[in-house]
């Protein structure tokens, strides 16, 4: 084994993967960098801020701010430069309990998708705001095609 690609701690060998971050990986085609599909990342969410206006009987817009935490130590070199930022669009199913008059438990589980980076050393994101929106109608329009199917699906099961 190549010494620059093991690590030993407390008579482990552990794989440096700080390398493999800024390599090029392909998934369905295309080219990307960064994390491996299907590893994971754990953060922590310092208290932050949630605020919401009701628009209509069913219908909030909000706002949310708050920082986050790595639960671990990214590896040593690994990731994109400090100032680096992106812009990911959310679609979740967030349930909540109310538990008394002021309290609440919340919880939401979702899918976050990029659609552009900007990098530290540059003020031009990845994509122009249109190529942005394009992109966005593209995972809308998926979405509906997935819950119609999974509709049909189920109601060939009843």
Do not use: C
Request: a positive charge.
């Amino acid at each position: 084994m190549r010494q620059e690609s093991i690590q030993k701690k407390n008579n482990v060998i552990k794989k440096d993967i700080s390398k493999s971050y800024s390599q090029f990986k392909e998934f369905e085609g295309k080219k990307y960098m960064g994390m491996k599909v299907g590893r994971t990342h754990k953060w922590y969410y310092d208290k932050g801020e949630w605020k919401e206006k009701k628009l209509t009987p069913d219908k909030w817009q909000f706002s949310y701010s708050v920082s986050k935490r790595r639960a671990g130590n990214a590896p040593e070199g690994s990731g994109v430069p400090v100032g680096t930022e992106y812009h990911w669009y959310i679609l979740a199913n967030q349930n909540v309990k109310k538990l008394d008059a002021n309290n609440y438990t919340t919880s939401m589980i979702g899918l976050k998708y990029k659609l552009a980076h900007k990098r530290a050393e540059t003020d031009n994101w990845s994509s122009s705001d249109k190529a942005q929106r394009k992109r966005l109608i593209e995972i809308l329009q998926e979405l509906i095609k997935n819950i119609e199917s999974e509709m049909v699906a189920t109601s060939k099961i009843k």
